[in-house]
């Protein structure tokens, strides 16, 4: 019989239409994540799974569905994976890296814009009727050329959103990473700095960065004392990345000066008073939303998981050890 794999909620139809021709697939009809319950019921008879970045992919769920022979990830992040479980219980999970890597970047400079512009704010005055002409010292922003561009997470997507600041003729420095980008390197001649350094020396902070022990709350009040108070921070990573609360304050008495976020510390919920801040930009997790980007990941999940199911090698393993090697 034809394996059978299912699919936590609706992607893009090029990945499903692949699956589909090789496995049975049963697809969450719901407009919304599965719960835990309805998650673990849908997995039990599963040979595989793709599933998203709110499905806690963990050893109850491992214990809940015993037949399964891999996982693949509709997303780049795996923080909702316990990779070395999957690991002792010898099975291939993945992710979706490089697809989404320029969407992601885009919208991480889209949010540095409209953060140094207030375009968002601006906008709203002028919807809401309460513009009354041109003003020499109205929505005052910040220049972005001259600058010094802080990549927080100098991986993939931090060397995309380097590259898109050429234009705009910045200063990049960097943060983080296991080893120095060679590219950010060769490219920017970026210094690799303490965070300390790093905080202070930075006008835009863009953190590129996954969700790790190291990286979890970094961002909390006593970096915000160390950056300028002219600073941008934007967040396209995780949201956990930032102390939310504490973000909230540093906006609101003007230790840093803005902030662009597409992602929170507990989604889909906001901090409080966060909302309500005027120099602020949200976007509600939409880093990877172009259909460039979406059409990749459901393709490159669905290659991941069809590997795994079929024994060959898939694309984008998160732990090739397991894996039989020939
Ligand atoms: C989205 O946040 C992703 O990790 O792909
Ligand atoms: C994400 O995958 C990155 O490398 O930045």
Not at 60 to 70: I, Q
Request: charged share 20%; with cysteine; aromatic share 6%.
């Amino acid at each position: 019989p034809l394996p059978h794999v299912v699919v936590t909620r609706a992607i893009p139809e090029a990945g499903l239409a692949l699956l589909r021709e090789r496995a049975t697939v049963w697809v969450n009809p719901e407009d919304r994540p599965l719960t835990r319950d309805e998650l673990l019921a849908q997995a039990k008879d599963a040979d595989g799974v793709i599933g998203l970045l709110t499905d806690r992919i963990d050893a109850g769920f491992f214990d809940a569905c015993p037949k399964l022979r891999g996982y693949a990830n509709y997303a780049v992040g795996y923080d909702n994976i316990d990779v070395p479980e999957a690991t002792r219980r010898g099975l291939p999970v993945s992710n979706t890296p490089d697809v989404l890597t320029q969407a992601t970047a885009e919208l991480a400079f889209a949010l540095i814009l409209a953060t140094a512009r207030h375009i968002v704010a601006s906008d709203a005055v002028l919807r809401s009727g309460q513009w009354s002409g041109w003003g020499p010292l109205q929505f005052i922003g910040t220049q972005l050329a001259g600058k010094t561009l802080g990549i927080y997470g100098p991986g993939r997507i931090g060397l995309a959103v380097a590259r898109l600041s050429r234009g705009f003729d910045m200063k990049i420095i960097t943060c983080g990473g296991r080893k120095p980008n060679p590219a950010l390197v060769a490219e920017f001649g970026a210094a690799s700095l303490p965070f300390e350094a790093f905080l202070a020396a930075a006008d835009v902070v863009s953190i590129t960065a996954p969700l790790t022990d190291t990286t979890r709350h970094a961002f909390n009040a006593a970096a915000f004392a160390r950056m300028k108070p002219t600073a941008l921070l934007v967040n396209t990573g995780r949201g956990p990345i930032i102390d939310e609360a504490a973000l909230v304050v540093a906006l609101r008495e003007g230790r840093i000066a803005g902030a662009g976020l597409d992602v929170y510390e507990f989604e889909p919920r906001l901090a409080e008073g966060l909302a309500a801040l005027p120099n602020v930009v949200i976007t509600p997790h939409i880093g990877s939303a172009t259909t460039e980007a979406r059409e990749g990941m459901a393709v490159l999940a669905a290659q991941n998981l069809i590997a795994m199911l079929e024994g060959t090698t898939p694309p984008t393993c998160l732990n090739p050890e397991v894996l039989a090697r020939p």
